[in-house]
């Protein structure tokens, strides 16, 4: 069984620049999530999606950040324009009801 | 302000010894706490869990152990082995659930070195 993908697995781009984050979670979860690490900082929590539907976006930083989930498949992290601070590891995990959360390897995002 | 606290950045312990990893955590709310492994370049794994009406969960060489009254986790793995070598993230839930209701709250992570 497939894990959690993401693409591209590091993008470096310039500020004031758009960049698109995608995440494909295992076959069959209803629940994705995304999450963002700065630096030597914790795992923050950014947004849950139930199928197609914004469960909670409580963490999304502010609105340069749009995250999409069409069909309630696979998923995209939008960053438009692009700022320094938004450097960083960006995860999605998905689960299965309310079972344990399976994470993707990471987009490493380095704004310059 | 953080609600999940992982104070050690680092710990060296020998192969063949007992690790204990340790956090923190100021919210009463939550109601299921996690234990995920990450190794360089890779996502976290999902370790082991524990809810909130337990006070000890194992699986192997894996123990959890929570105090509700201290607001305090630790994990402890016996015998630490060289693949135990990573960083642990100490995660909450403010569902009693397996950890996939909601948005998990990370602690900033432990750096676990296992010393042969």
């Known amino acids: 069984e497939a894990g959690v993908t993401q693409f591209p697995s590091h993008s470096v781009i310039e500020k004031g620049q758009t960049v698109t984050l995608r995440c494909d979670p295992i076959?069959?979860?209803?629940?994705l999530y995304w999450y963002r690490r700065v630096m030597g900082k914790e795992i923050k929590f950014l947004l849950h999606?139930?199928?197609?539907?914004?469960?909670?976006e409580s963490g999304m930083p502010n609105n340069r950040f749009l995250a999409e989930r069409t069909g309630g498949t696979y998923s995209t992290l939008k960053v438009q324009p692009a700022e320094l601070e938004d450097s960083g590891v960006y995860f999605c995990?998905?689960?299965?009801?309310?079972?344990?959360?399976?994470f993707g390897p990471g987009t490493r995002l380095t704004v310059l | 302000d953080q609600q999940v606290k992982q104070n050690s950045p680092s710990l060296s312990v020998q192969e063949g010894r007992i690790s204990i990893l340790n956090c923190d955590y100021t919210?009463?709310?939550?109601?299921?706490f996690l234990w995920y492994k990450k190794y360089p370049a890779e996502g976290p794994t999902f370790l082991i869990s524990i809810s909130s009406i337990k006070d000890k969960n194992e699986d192997g060489r894996f123990t959890v152990f929570l105090n509700k009254s201290a607001k305090h986790l630790s994990l402890h793995i016996v015998p630490s082995q060289p693949g135990d070598s990573a960083v642990y993230f100490c995660?909450?839930?403010?569902?009693?659930?397996?950890?996939?209701?909601?948005?998990?709250?990370f602690g900033k992570g432990t750096h676990l070195i296992i010393q042969p």
């Open positions: 995990a998905s689960s299965q009801g309310y079972n344990e959360q399976f």
């Open positions: 995660a909450a839930s403010l569902y009693y659930s397996g950890g996939g209701a909601d948005g998990l709250t």
């Open positions: 919210n009463s709310m939550f109601d299921y």
């Open positions: 999606f139930v199928k197609e539907s914004k469960q909670d």
């Open positions: 076959s069959g979860h209803d629940n």
